[in-house]
């Protein structure tokens, strides 16, 4: 990803969590997301990045219509050789066309080549719709469970983890 990219990144972001998590947190905060504040934050991250968070987007017809991300695993202890896929977006409008489906392999290839042995990802546990995208790509919710909390709502996620193999 490049910093050209971060304006219709932050769009597909903000819209997908406006389509993805409308009912399992306030309307309140999706509605108060920011498209500009979002790339801001997105350009900031790229410029003082050191180069462990990989940023992929995927492209159709020349239009960016989807975005993933992974590097260290950010929470605490995990064991060696993990790694965490930290989002993938896809437009909505653009959903169901595998855009997803690829951003998340291109994930899993990258981290397999780089020695990752176990990706790791959060998802909210109400996300029944990201819950079965994961699992039917091999991931499996570990039993490891993190309160969260927007404006606040309690938002719970569940982590999965899936095995990568070379």
Same mark, same amino acid.
């Given at each position: 990803?490049?910093? $050209?990219?971060?304006?219709?990144?932050?769009?597909?972001?903000?819209?997908?969590?406006?389509?993805?998590?409308?009912?399992?947190?306030?309307? @309140?905060?999706?509605? %108060?997301? @920011?498209?500009?504040?979002?790339?801001?934050?997105?350009?900031?991250?790229?410029?003082?990045?050191?180069?462990s968070v990989v940023n992929i987007v995927a492209e159709r017809d020349g239009e960016i219509v989807g975005?993933?991300? /992974?590097?260290?695993y950010r929470d605490g202890e995990v064991p060696a050789g993990g790694v965490e896929l930290y989002a993938?977006? $896809?437009?909505? %409008?653009?959903?169901? !066309?595998?855009? +997803?489906? %690829?951003?998340?392999?291109?994930?899993?290839?990258?981290? !397999?080549?780089?020695?990752?042995?176990?990706?790791?990802?959060?998802?909210?546990? +109400?996300?029944? /719709?990201?819950? /079965?995208?994961?699992?039917?790509?091999?991931?499996?919710?570990?039993?490891?469970?993190?309160?969260?909390?927007?404006?606040? %709502?309690?938002?719970?996620?569940?982590?999965?983890?899936?095995?990568?193999?070379v």
């Amino acid at each position: 990803m490049a910093l $050209v990219d971060c304006d219709r990144v932050a769009e597909i972001r903000v819209r997908g969590w406006r389509s993805a998590y409308r009912g399992l947190m306030p309307q @309140s905060y999706l509605d %108060a997301m @920011s498209v500009p504040k979002d790339a801001e934050r997105s350009r900031a991250r790229l410029l003082q990045g050191d180069g462990s968070v990989v940023n992929i987007v995927a492209e159709r017809d020349g239009e960016i219509v989807g975005w993933a991300c /992974h590097g260290p695993y950010r929470d605490g202890e995990v064991p060696a050789g993990g790694v965490e896929l930290y989002a993938i977006y $896809v437009d909505p %409008a653009r959903q169901g !066309t595998g855009a +997803g489906r %690829a951003l998340l392999d291109e994930s899993l290839r990258r981290c !397999t080549a780089a020695g990752h042995t176990r990706m790791y990802l959060w998802v909210l546990q +109400g996300n029944t /719709h990201a819950r /079965h995208f994961y699992e039917r790509a091999g991931f499996r919710a570990d039993g490891t469970e993190e309160p969260f909390e927007v404006d606040g %709502a309690e938002v719970p996620e569940v982590r999965y983890a899936r095995d990568l193999t070379v």
